[in-house]
Every structure is written in C-alpha cells, then in structure tokens.
C-alpha cells in the first residue's frame, strides 16, 4: 500500500512537472525568460507559485531541461542521417538545417534565449563540450570522415568541430531573417569551414 501511494504521489509530481514547463515555454515565448513571471507561470499551471521552484529552483533550470530535451531530439535526427551515405559538407549541412529547425521550432525570442544560456559563465550546470550530444555526435561523424581520409590527419576535428557550431549559433542569432541573404551567408559559412577542415570534395 505505501508502496503504491509513493508511485502514485511520483506520477503527480512528473505531470506536475510537466505542466510546469509547458507553462514556463509557453510564458518564455511570448515575454522572454529574463521577463517571463513565475507566478503567471503557476497559475498557468494550476499549482502554487511555491511549487514552481520546487521543481525548478531559476528560471535557466527551465531553460536547461529544454536544452536537453531538444539536444536529445536533433542528436536523435543527424544520428539517422548520419547512417546514409554523406560527405563532410553532407554533415555540416544537415547540422545547419537541425540548428534551424530548431528556432522555428522554438521561435527567435525563445531561441535566443537559449542560446544566451548555452554560453554563459553562470548557467547553473556543468558547462563541458563533452555533455552535449549534438556536439559530440557532430565531432565524432568528422572524426569518421578522418579515419576514411576524406579529412588531413593532421586536422583537429575537435577543435573545427567546436568552433564551426559556436560560429553557427553566433550566426543564427545575428544575421537578418531575409531568407535569400540567409541562404547565402550560411553557405558561405559551409565553404569557409571545409576549406578549413581541408575535406574532399566529391
């Protein structure tokens, strides 16, 4: 019986949980985090405002578990690209199209945000290159492309990995939404790092 009532009280809290953060998306988007309110956000929810930081402590901690979530979801995608036959520009185009998949998904204002706390020094987890999948999965499909000779051994795909996905979020968050220009200032971003990465070319 105990045992039955602790899963019963963990199934509410999870959905508890859950409109929690439905709520706070939903607030984010429409106001931004930084002016996103917490007590709407309950309200929202249909809980106290209390309840809101016993599952989230801050407002990041929202945005951290929708950084995991979508993480998740695009590793989960470029992993079943990656298994057709591509080349080294096919896997920086396709993270390109994830990247911007993802602020439609989330709108610009959203997606900014995000961003924002991807980068700063004071987001409330470990911040390792190592933790997030998109990058690890990017990074180890050049390192494959490496060891296939489409790519100079003596290239660190790490270190053009890293720099070619913090280079795309600066990108996306600053040039304008004309889709013509857009277009073509990420292609060029493309070309700029494969002559980087000195990969072949079919």
């Given at each position: 019986m105990l045992k039955e009532k602790s899963s019963e009280r963990g199934r509410k809290g999870l959905?508890?949980?859950e409109r929690l953060f439905g709520a706070a998306i939903a607030e984010f988007k429409r106001q931004g985090m930084a002016a996103a309110d917490t007590t709407a956000i309950a309200s929202a929810a249909g809980v106290a405002h209390g309840t809101f930081f016993f599952?989230?402590?801050t407002k990041e901690h929202v945005l951290l578990e929708l950084?995991?979530?979508?993480?998740e979801r695009m590793t989960a995608e470029l992993t079943r690209y990656f298994r057709k036959p591509h080349d080294v520009r096919g896997?920086?185009?396709e993270t390109?199209?994830?990247m911007e998949k993802l602020e439609r998904r989330l709108g610009v204002r959203?997606?900014?945000?995000?961003l924002v706390l991807h980068f700063s020094?004071?987001?409330p987890d470990t911040d390792e290159w190592s933790t997030h999948p998109v990058i690890v999965t990017v990074i180890g499909e050049l390192a494959q492309a490496q060891s296939r000779g489409e790519i100079p051994a003596d290239v660190d795909v790490m270190h053009n990995g890293v720099s070619f996905l913090v280079g795309l979020y600066a990108m996306l968050i600053s040039i304008p939404t004309d889709k013509a220009f857009?277009?073509?200032a990420l292609d060029e971003y493309l070309t700029t790092y494969m002559y980087g990465l000195r990969a072949l070319t079919p």
């Open positions: 959905q508890t949980r599952h989230f402590p950084e995991r979530r979508e993480e896997t920086l185009t390109v199209k994830m959203l997606f900014k945000d995000i020094t004071t987001r857009r277009t073509r």
